[in-house]
């Protein structure tokens, strides 16, 4: 897992130096972004710095004592008016950006919840969850703070530094000259250190993201770690991933500790040449002590941009990483849920016509498999752990396709079916309980179409016919019961239940077990196998248990050895016939 991060990364890090800013523009342009807010924000920001850049103009008016008669109370009401207006101006430009960049954070998320929900099952298989989150959560936030905070002051900055170099041109050109020369020094020193925090902070949110990973898993397997005893690991895990954290984190506090008072250092000595030359030419006669005063205001007013443009140029950098991130997820193949034909395959057969499969190339787990099933069969595999049992239903759910050979219902590849239109007619009951948080409502419509109301007395109807209702009735909230977080309110037998009553509702053609009842007492197995026998009437189904007794009534057996078939045949034909499948009759049934 961690190596497959960061191969990824590598990736990332390479990607980096093509296009990022297109990359980054192609991205943000495809949200649903308000050009026309976007627009007006940047064009009030521009506004309330052109009105900023008039301050100093009228201070120098009033230290030089120029015009005095020009300051009537009509004028200071006017300039009043204007400090107003800037206030106003800069409140609602602030809030469209922030509109703005909310749109941006919500359009992306919606894109890449969307995309996630569309992956295949490799997909999910190749990075923890955690890691996933992270990408939806921390990466889009890093995108809207460059957009809602980083990008309009950079705007303004560029505006401002426009508008005061016109200005300062305009009322002394040697000064501005002697002011410009500290700028090429100041962009020399500063750049590179810039690229190292981007750089370290880049590597932050990566660490971020596994350690998110890491902690996500460990909360949701708590009982286990509980039950394993094993705090103190996972103490010490959590420890070295904090430790990683902490020791990025004084990296770049490092390069930002001697960033701030060399910026400093180089401001006041840009201030202190300016005022030095400024009161030399003052005392010549040259320059008024207003111009100077203006001047130095002018001065402060580009100090901060400079400082903006670092932090920009930092942020963009990592909005590219974030950015590629975020790209290498969207860009991942989906599902093609909507394409093939819908097709009801009530009463048709199912073939595997030599089959294969294998998650890498070097290790094959399923071989030629070749069979057929008729409409209504029941189907048992059976075997030693690891045979590839697992893999064949995950095969069947098109969770994974075959890397050579044909699955077929009637005569139609189930390739050339729409995922959707093939799941819909599948129910699959695993030993696994999978739950959702929330009721018991919400879990047994779960997957179900949007447009489909169901009733309360469906809902009970498909209860007791998996014995369920009995409970469910005992909680205080009935159906709208809140179950916990995986289910984890309620017993084995009783999530069992629920998914059960779920593939009653789901009126499945085939239906799938995967050790349905393995993991249940022998009172919950037996009521759990009661309702599983109901469901089971009338379809044909597919069942992998380890337990020869729950499939000795099977139409047909399959044992399955290394990925291959070594024996095919009813019960009492394989007890005749296969050496291993009548050793393990005779281990378990006596």
């Known amino acids: ?100 960049g909310h749109q941006v954070i919500a359009g992306l998320r919606t894109f890449l919840w969307n995309k996630v929900t569309r992956l295949p099952v490799r997909f999910f298989d190749q990075y923890a969850s955690g890691e996933i989150v992270s990408r939806i959560t921390n990466d889009t936030i890093i995108v809207q703070n460059l957009i809602t905070a980083f990008f309009p002051q950079f705007v ?78 996972e103490k010490e895990k959590g420890k070295k991933g904090v430790n990683r954290l902490y020791k990025i984190g004084l990296k770049e506090a ?13 401001m006041m000595g840009i201030i202190v040449v300016v005022i030095g030359y400024g009161g030399y030419r003052v005392a010549q006669g040259v320059m008024t002590t207003g111009s100077l005063v203006a001047f130095l205001l002018y001065l402060f007013q580009v100090i901060f941009p400079a400082v903006t443009f670092m932090n920009f140029f930092m942020q963009i950098q990592k909005a590219a ?30 073939h ?35 045979g590839g049992k697992t893999t064949l239903f995950a095969l069947v759910e098109r969770f ?25 007619q599948i129910g699959y009951v695993s030993q696994e309980n999978a739950m959702m948080s929330g009721t018991i409502r919400e879990n047994l419509c779960y997957g179900l179409p949007e447009e489909k109301d169901v009733s309360d007395e469906e809902l009970w109807k498909v209860a007791e016919m998996a014995y369920a209702r009995g409970f469910i009735e005992s909680f205080p909230d009935g159906l709208d019961e809140m179950i916990g977080e995986r289910g984890i309110k309620l017993s084995g037998g009783q999530r ?58 099977a139409n047909k057996i399959l044992f399955i050895e290394d990925g291959e078939i070594t024996g095919m045949g009813t019960h009492e034909e394989l007890l005749a016939d296969h050496p291993l499948y009548a050793l393990f009759a005779k281990q378990q049934l006596n």
């Open 400 to 424: 994974y396709e075959p890397k050579s050979g044909e699955i077929a219902v009637g005569d139609t590849p189930i390739q050339s079916i729409s995922i959707q239109s093939w799941r819909s």
């Open 1 to 100: 897992m961690q190596q497959n991060f960061m191969q990824n990364e590598l990736i990332v890090q390479q990607n980096l130096s093509k296009h990022d800013m297109k990359k980054f523009i192609r991205l943000i342009w495809s949200t649903n972004l308000s050009k026309s807010l976007l627009i007006f924000g940047l064009l009030g920001s521009i506004l309330t710095t052109m009105t900023q850049l008039m301050i100093p103009l009228v201070t120098q008016r009033f230290i030089d004592g120029v015009e005095l008669d020009f300051f009537t109370p009509w004028m200071i009401a006017g300039i009043v008016g204007v400090f107003i207006l800037q206030v106003l101006l800069d409140a609602m430009s602030n809030y469209i950006l922030h509109k703005v």
């Open 156 to 233: 303004t900055g560029i505006v401002t530094v426009i508008g005061v170099f016109f200005i300062l041109i305009f009322m002394d050109w040697q000064m501005t000259l002697v002011m410009l020369i500290a700028i090429p020094l100041a962009t020399f020193v500063i750049k590179p250190l810039g690229n190292k925090i981007a750089s370290i902070s880049k590597e932050m949110q990566d660490e971020t993201a596994v350690f998110s990973g890491r902690i996500q898993q460990t909360i949701s397997e708590a009982r286990l770690m509980k039950s394993s005893t094993a705090e103190s690991y």
């Open 496 to 553: 069992q239940r629920i998914n059960i009553a779920r593939a009653f509702l789901r009126d499945p053609k085939i239906l799938m077990m995967d050790e349905a009842t393995a993991s249940l007492d022998s009172q919950s197995e037996r009521i759990v196998s009661q309702a599983l026998n109901k469901l089971m009437e009338g379809r044909t189904t597919f069942v992998i248990a380890h337990r020869l007794s729950t499939i000795i009534d």
């Open 352 to 386: 595997f016509k030599d089959v294969s499969f294998a998650y890498n190339k070097n290790n094959p787990i399923l071989k030629q498999i070749t069979f057929s099933t008729a409409p209504g069969e029941k189907i048992a595999f059976a075997g030693p752990s690891g």
């Open 254 to 266: 490092r390069y930002m500790a001697f960033i701030a008072p060399l910026m400093y250092t180089m």
């Open 321 to 350: 990483g974030a950015t590629n991130r975020i790209i290498s997820i969207l860009d991942e193949p989906e599902e093609p849920n909507d394409i093939g034909e819908e097709v009801n395959i009530t009463d048709l057969p199912l």
